[in-house]
């Protein structure tokens, strides 16, 4: 079956840095468009950030634009979010999706908390 494992939240001081990585497996990861959401306490859901299965094209949340980067290694069915210059506005769980075969699967998430 479909499984997405999110791993590399944690605590971090504003200003620093946290790479997520987000593992497929289940379906062929090359031809899925992967997107990282987020959702803080309180809030909606919201795309972070989106990448196509080819790595071609790459979307960002205005918010996060410069300091996040979104990126994929097809041979190891992981995808990955580079966050830097972090806020404790960033503070949400976050979750990867993936977008396969009009199909839409979901990770369990991994917390990111933004404090001093």
């Known amino acids: 079956q479909v499984q997405l494992v999110e791993s590399g939240g944690g605590l971090v001081q504003p200003g620093g840095s946290l790479r997520l990585s987000c593992t497929a497996s289940g379906f062929t990861f090359s031809h899925s468009f992967m997107n990282w959401y987020r959702q803080a306490p309180g809030k909606g859901r919201e795309l972070v950030a989106s990448i196509t299965g080819d790595a071609r094209s790459r979307n960002y949340l205005d918010s996060v634009k410069g300091r996040f980067t979104i990126s994929r290694d097809n041979a190891k069915n992981t995808v990955y979010l580079q966050m830097n210059n972090l806020k404790p506005e960033d503070t949400a769980m976050y979750y990867c999706?993936?977008?396969?075969?009009?199909?839409?699967?979901w990770g369990q998430g991994t917390q990111v908390t933004v404090s001093s």
């Open positions: 999706n993936a977008l396969y075969a009009a199909s839409v699967y």
